[in-house]
């Protein structure tokens, strides 16, 4: 299976928001509502940020939020902070009973 | 507190035999499903397995299907991972990450539910495949 398909970069000064998208397919993103998102820093295990698409792990700050429209999940960041600048990954429960990522965003903080 | 110690990584040549490690502690080891996820440098994650609570359910990606065995034991709150017929492309680091949706009952029928994503990961072991 190919990875889900995200934008290598992307760019916002602090304050602004950002979207991430994430695409798939109807045999995984747009099949359940199974869509994580996680936040990797440099060096670093990656964090949780978004689980069943929308839903968020209790200290995760609420400037973090999530949606999905047919095969395409989004992240949301508000009021961008200089902390938020990482590489962040969707992934999706398959068809199949496995976890598919998509390819990474480095999110970069002007 | 939740804590996954991965280990075993280490530097083999192509076609070589590999088992990780990934201790746990902090919870009931045995119910809950844990993943292995790796990350090959400067590149992006890849789901590996997923083993169900029991280890009575199993899943691989394509790319390590025939090759790796994920399996556990939970009177050791050990998750393993026996990696055979290593390639070059197998070179990443290997963590383990818990999976948070537990097993329930439902009229006297365990369900165990889907397993999709992690709330807490190791600290990950490297692997080099490479002659």
């Known amino acids: 299976q190919s990875a889900l398909t995200q934008p290598a970069s992307v760019s916002g000064s602090p304050g602004q928001s950002i979207t991430i998208s994430c695409t798939g397919t109807s045999s995984d993103v747009g099949g359940y509502n199974h869509v994580s998102w996680y936040q990797q820093h440099p060096g670093k295990a990656p964090k949780l940020m978004i689980y069943d698409v929308n839903k968020r792990p209790s200290g995760v700050s609420n400037r973090f939020s999530g949606s999905k429209s047919g095969n395409t999940a989004s992240l949301t960041i508000s009021g961008l902070q200089a902390e938020d600048e990482a590489d962040y990954y969707c992934?999706?429960?398959?068809?199949?009973?496995?976890?598919?990522f998509g390819g990474g965003t480095k999110l970069t903080v002007l | 507190q939740v804590q996954l110690v991965e280990s075993g990584g280490d530097v083999v040549q192509p076609g070589r035999s590999l088992r990780l490690s990934c201790a746990a502690s902090g919870f009931t080891f045995s119910s809950y499903a844990i993943h292995w996820v790796r990350q090959a440098p400067g590149k992006g994650l890849e789901w590996v397995a997923v083993?169900?609570?029991?280890?009575?359910?199993?899943y691989y990606a394509d790319s390590v299907k025939g090759r790796f065995t994920i399996s556990r034991d939970n009177s050791k709150n050990t998750l393993y991972l026996q990696m055979n017929s290593l390639r070059v492309e197998d070179t990443a680091v290997y963590y383990c990450?818990?999976?948070?949706?537990?097993?329930?009952?439902?009229?006297?029928?365990?369900?165990?539910?889907?397993?999709?994503?992690?709330?807490?990961w190791g600290q990950g072991t490297l692997v080099t495949v490479s002659s």
């Open positions: 990450a818990r999976d948070p949706a537990r097993p329930y009952m439902v009229r006297g029928v365990i369900i165990d539910p889907t397993h999709h994503y992690f709330d807490y």
């Open positions: 083993i169900s609570y029991d280890g009575s359910n199993k």
């Open positions: 992934s999706s429960y398959t068809s199949s009973s496995t976890v598919l």
